[in-house]
Nanobody
Framework: QVQLVESGGGLVQAGGSLRLSCAAS????????MGWFRQAPGKERELVSA????????YYTNSVKGRFTISRDNALNTVYLQMNSLKPEDTAVYYC???????????????WGQGTQVTVSS
């Protein structure tokens, strides 16, 4: 089983930046799809961004395109989410996810982090 620990969340003013990190342990995730979900109060959890095992394919939800960048360092077993030009509507708990089946984010083999709070003030 993979354990995921997120870090880098916090409080930032609108227009600011944050860099989230997700460190994996327990086994290598170099052949896993990795992603970031977020959940705002009263809303469903949504996929924000994802990256293939090689880093060659990425996905962004429309609302973050051009502002967020996902990357990974397989040597460090870590995935990152650089968030620029943050908006109040980006406020949410951000969760890291790892899947041995690419972009299939459900099922018993998928691992989730505990989440990190991102708060963007206006």
């Amino acid at each position: 089983q993979v354990q995921l620990v997120e870090s880098g969340g916090g409080l930032v003013q609108a227009g600011g930046s944050l860099r989230l990190s997700c460190a994996a342990s327990g086994r290598t995730v170099s052949n896993y799809g990795m992603g970031w979900f977020r959940q705002a109060p009263g809303k469903e959890r949504e996929l924000v961004s994802a990256i293939s095992w090689s880093g060659g394919t990425t996905y962004y939800t429309n609302s973050v395109k051009g502002r967020f960048t996902i990357s990974r360092d397989n040597a460090l077993n870590t995935v990152y989410l650089q968030m620029n030009s943050l908006k109040p509507e980006d406020t949410a708990v951000y969760y890291c996810v790892a899947s041995p089946k690419g972009t299939m984010w459900s099922g018993p083999t998928v691992s989730w982090g505990q989440g990190t709070q991102v708060t963007v003030s206006s």
